[in-house]
């Protein structure tokens, strides 16, 4: 196993975050680095962009 930048894993996250728009989750998402990456800074900034946008695409799958 090895940790790596959110949406280049195995974890199928469309699906996963559609799940939760279906439960009608409405709590805290956290976003952890458990990778090692050159700049933390950087990297927290590419996973956040790219976990706003998986849910964004998650929520209007939901509500078509």
Do not use: N
Request: hydrophobic share 45%; with cysteine.
């Amino acid at each position: 196993m090895q940790m790596c930048a959110l949406g280049q894993g195995m974890v199928d996250w469309p699906d996963v975050l559609g799940q939760v728009a279906a439960a009608a989750f409405t709590g805290p998402i956290s976003l952890h680095i458990e990778y090692k990456p050159s700049d933390v800074r950087e990297a927290i900034a590419r996973d956040f962009t790219a976990l706003k946008k998986l849910a964004e695409t998650a929520d209007s799958k939901e509500q078509s």
